[in-house]
């Protein structure tokens, strides 16, 4: 049985942590690549965020709830509004998930070829 120091443990730790969080960071960093590209190629994402962006600017307490979680008194328009926002956040951030995991899956693939994990 392999038996290691106490040292040994917290040296395991810390190189855990560090790739923790380099893989974090890249995923970050991947996320922002796939949500940039998004914006200037898919139509209907950009229709929905520029809808996002016009309730937002019209009604700004709105973004006062939103953004700040501030506690606001709203009108029956703004709830209305507010409704409609959130219908809109829904629909892209389900295209931004689809995105996500489908260009995820493609870039699993690759790197399972690339391992010998799979064969083409």
Not at 26 to 50: G, P, R
Not at 74 to 80: A, R, W
Not at 108 to 117: C, N, Q, S
Request: hydrophobic share 40%.
């Amino acid at each position: 049985m392999f038996k290691h120091t106490k040292g040994q443990d917290l040296l395991i730790k810390t190189n855990e942590d560090f790739l923790i969080d380099l893989c974090e960071n890249c995923l970050i960093e991947y996320f922002a690549k796939v949500l940039s590209e998004l914006e200037e190629t898919d139509k209907e994402y950009q229709f929905l965020m520029k809808k996002q962006e016009n309730i937002l600017d019209k009604y700004p307490k709105l973004r006062d709830v939103l953004e700040d979680r501030d506690i606001v008194n709203l009108s029956k328009q703004e709830v209305k509004f507010y409704i409609k926002f959130l219908d809109y956040k829904s629909q892209s951030d389900w295209i931004e998930q689809r995105e996500l995991f489908y260009k995820g899956i493609s870039i699993a693939y690759d790197l399972f070829i690339k391992l010998g994990i799979i064969r083409e």
